[in-house]
């Protein structure tokens, strides 16, 4: 202090200005420093509960792809059984009544004879292109890599298969009812039935109509009501491979030929007409 009173340059307690300075930018560096700290500490936290949470997530989906994989070999082995105890049901004599068997009067034998036909031949050509090939599942390389390699022959298999079965058909159908359209798809719903017992050969499927055959549908319906058609057209099938698909679910829709393969088809229709009446009831 100065011999007047006043505070000399060091101020009232003898510090100079640069030296408060100095230490008022230590201060803000300090606490700088603590609250960066701090939030490192906070970042790398969260980092690791988020990987912590990941490898749980992911140890979560292995064990969800064994159980399906278990669950597939569980029905697989079921049918089997079934089968089995089918046949040697057969042998014994049974007490109560058996329903007639469907009397068919077309060769099933044949892919394109019918709707069911072609999903039984295209099933049994899946199981014969699967059969050495393992499903794997999530739960390692070895898994990962049989997993990848069964995609990959069911996704091949799928492309050879369509173009095999794709093929001119011949067939007598019921159109569906209006109840049973679907509004929003720009095809026809109909049902194939055997041309001489009226036998339901399959689940319903859609034809895909061009104009003149639209043309013709609707002075078919003019006429009054539509009871059989003859369908000529192509046979187009529609195999998609969906990775997250090994069951077939409660409604099984589409329909699943085997793990991972989706089936549906439609035919091109290049002619709708009517059967003789005298030929249109069941013989």
């Known amino acids: 202090m100065l011999k007047d009173g006043s505070p000399g340059p060091h101020g009232p307690h003898g510090l100079t200005a640069m030296t408060r300075r100095r230490i008022g930018a230590f201060a803000a560096l300090a606490v700088f420093a603590l609250t960066g700290a701090s939030m490192a500490q906070s970042d790398r936290d969260l980092r ?3 990987q912590r949470l990941q490898t749980r997530v992911n140890d979560m989906q292995r064990e969800l792809d064994a159980a399906h994989v278990r669950i597939a070999q569980l029905k697989r082995e079921i049918r089997t059984l079934a089968q089995r105890l089918g046949q040697a049901a057969g042998g014994s004599s049974s007490t109560g009544p058996s329903a007639p068997p469907e009397r068919v009067t077309i060769d099933e ?3 394109s004879a019918s ?7 295209i099933s049994a050509s899946y199981r014969e292109a699967t059969r050495d090939l393992e499903i794997g599942d999530y739960t390692g390389i070895t898994g990962n890599r049989q997993r990848a390699t069964y995609l990959r022959a069911v996704d091949n298999w ?3 298969i369509q173009r095999a079965m794709r093929s001119p058909v011949v067939w007598h159908i019921r159109v569906m009812p209006p109840a049973e359209q679907a509004g929003d798809h720009p095809g026809l719903r ?9 036998v339901v050969l399959g689940e319903p499927f859609f034809i895909r109509l061009n104009s003149a055959v639209r043309r013709k549908l609707a002075q078919l319906e003019q006429r009054g009501a539509i009871d059989v058609l003859v369908l000529k057209g192509v046979l187009v099938p529609q195999i998609s491979l969906n990775p997250d698909r090994m069951e077939p679910g409660a409604f099984d829709n589409p329909r699943l030929i085997g793990p991972f393969a989706e089936f549906r088809f439609a035919v091109d229709a290049s002619s709708l007409t009517p059967v003789p009446k005298e030929r ?4």
Do not use: C, M, W, Y
């Open 190 to 198: 109909v049902r194939a039935i055997d041309p001489e017992t009226h």
């Open 280 to 283: 249109s009831r069941p013989g």
């Open 48 to 50: 690791q509960e988020n």
């Open 109 to 111: 034998s044949v892919p």
């Open 158 to 160: 799928a492309k050879r």
């Open 115 to 121: 709707p069911r036909a072609l999903f039984n031949a």
